[in-house]
């Protein structure tokens, strides 16, 4: 099992930058994909960005492609996603998540993750 804790979150301007942090506990960290969903109420989770165990594959959202990145470091079990040119559509709650150990591609879909964490709040101002 790994859990997952969240930080990173708070009020942003328009145009301007918020990094995320999310932290995992275990020796497994590494193992896993993990990915960062958002949400809004009455709205569906939705998938922002996703990386494998190595960094070597990264998916991100066309919403958010060129302008998020997300990124991991093992050593740290720490996964981060770094977010430019925010505007008011990236107001959300932001879940880090996890896929189990034996599931080594990314996924854009919520139910593939089995680890979550509790979620932190982004603000954007206009």
């Known amino acids: 099992q790994v859990l997952l804790v969240e930080s990173g979150g708070g009020l942003a301007e328009a145009g301007g930058s918020r990094r995320l942090s999310c932290v995992g506990s275990?020796?497994?960290?590494?193992?896993?994909?993990m990915a960062w969903f958002r949400q809004n109420p009455g709205k569906e989770r939705e998938f922002v960005a996703a990386?494998?165990?190595?960094?070597?594959?990264?998916d991100l959202a066309d919403s958010v492609h060129g302008r998020f990145t997300i990124s991991r470091d093992n050593v740290k079990n720490t996964m981060y996603l770094w977010m430019n040119i925010l505007n008011p559509e990236a107001a959300a709650v932001y879940y880090c998540?996890?896929?189990?150990?034996?599931?080594?591609?990314?996924?854009?879909?919520?139910?593939?993750?089995?680890?979550w964490g509790q979620g932190t709040q982004v603000t954007v101002s206009s």
């Open positions: 998540a996890a896929r189990p150990a034996q599931d080594v591609v990314t996924s854009r879909r919520a139910a593939a993750y089995a680890y």
């Open positions: 275990g020796r497994t960290f590494g193992m896993h994909v």
């Open positions: 990386i494998n165990w190595d960094g070597t594959d990264r």
